[in-house]
């Protein structure tokens, strides 16, 4: 069967709600619809992979391309923002293809199945992860799944087995990660090696899911197959929390300083999950740059959104990272429930205090299914418009704030005040090696103050 997996349109603009950002890069491949094809190619189906975003394609230029391929069914990924998306390109394909059958799936499908069944028109919903049900819907869908409009996958337990993306499908030299996210560009690739967090954090999407791990041999096999296909120089791991399992991270990084392997990388995770000796064998095995949501500097709203943590452990994790001389990159969301415009004003300054190599403040957005969005009307006032679900426009609006835009400013308020200190500036410029570096500094700065004016 000939299948089409669409990553539906989204411009930089629109996922950052900033006209002033530019097109700054931070463009990943969509992996989640790479290991679907990849599946659907194992057993002999031809699969196309339209990116919009990336290519900057419309819905009209999907229609073009559905009109070249003729496939049987087109596959499309929706997260909360992209939903409307999706809906406006299943009434185009059923206009000028009747004939094609609609698969809708993803973080959104997932958490509101019926809502998502109702509004697409799709065929078939697929909620969760899907490799292990996908090819049984595609290829007994007139004989199995005709009658239901909804079908429930499940978290693939041993993720070892799944086949590597297709990424070549994509034309890789188009990605590049957010302009502080590498500095071996154009090679930086991401990967995922877990699957599932285990946390509870009340704003999470990710949250109350079931861990799952790669084993050391099987990442180690794609990051050969990388180098060698595409000459990557440089990994971004894109797990919610890469460091969960500090004795698989020491195995990693034995095995990437054993074979000698030229590569950079960076990661996410906990500031409670650092090691300091974890994180100086990181360093040696490549690790440059680490990402970590610090959320707030007001200990009852960490409390408040279940994080775990406490502000002593958060201090110590960044003074560990930055001794193994890893960057570190925060995190921070302005707008949680209880937050008032003091208490934002505390995490301002806690970012100060830690003063990580990037800062990123992103407005709270409960998204569906999240105990954030059951409990919302506690904490204040909610916009559904889901069109703006991006975390960067104010849609909740908390009790001790006044309205959105006073949320608004805080958050030009924080990047400002993070930013705009001279002895952060001094330290940029201090880091400046290569004319790539100059670049990706212009980039970033050019963002920031997108952000901040
Ligand atoms: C990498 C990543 C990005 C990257 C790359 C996005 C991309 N092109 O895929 C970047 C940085 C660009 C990004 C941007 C955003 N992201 Co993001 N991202 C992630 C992250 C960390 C990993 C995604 C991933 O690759 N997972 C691995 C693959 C294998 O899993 P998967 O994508 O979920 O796919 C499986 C299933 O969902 C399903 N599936 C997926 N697509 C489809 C399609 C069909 C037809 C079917 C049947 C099934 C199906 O099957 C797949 C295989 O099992 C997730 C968190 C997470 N842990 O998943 C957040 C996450 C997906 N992102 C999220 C958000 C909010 C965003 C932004 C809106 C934020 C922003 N303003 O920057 C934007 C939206 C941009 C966009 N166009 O999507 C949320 C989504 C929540 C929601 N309900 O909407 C998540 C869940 C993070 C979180 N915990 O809150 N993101
Ligand atoms: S915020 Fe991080 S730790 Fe918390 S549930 Fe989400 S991915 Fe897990």
Redesign the pocket.
Known sequence: MKIM?V?PP?TVSE??ANKNVGDVG????????L??AAVLEQAGHEVRVL?C?VNKFTSDDVIKKIGEFRPDWV????????INRVVELNEKIRENFPEVKI?????????CPQETSDKTKADIV?T????DI?LDVIENYDKKYKKKKIVE?KP?LNIDKLPMPARHLIDMKLYTSLPNNYKRDPYAV?M?TT?G?PYTCTF???ANGIFRQRSVENVIAEIKHLQKTYGTKEIVF???IFTLNKHWVHKFCDAIISEGLDIAWSCESRLDLIAEDMVKKMAKAGCWNMFFGIESGNQDILDNIKKRTNLELIRNGVKYVKAAGIEVRGSFMLGLPGETPEKARNTIKFAIELDPDYAQFSIT?P???TELYKTINEWGILNENFDN????SPVFIPKGYKNSEELQAMQREAFRRFYLRPKYIIRRISKIRSADDIKRNLKGARMVMGFAT
């Open positions: 997996l990553f989204l996922r950052y931070g463009y990943l491949p969509p992996l989640g619809l290991y679907m990116d975003p596959g499309m990924a929706a997260v909360t923002v992209l698969l809708v799936g993803g973080p959104h499908a997932t958490i697929i969760n992860e899907v490799e996908l996958g693939v991401h995922v699957r967090c999470c999407a990710s894109w797990d919610d957005t998204y569906p299914g679900f991006h975390n960067w």
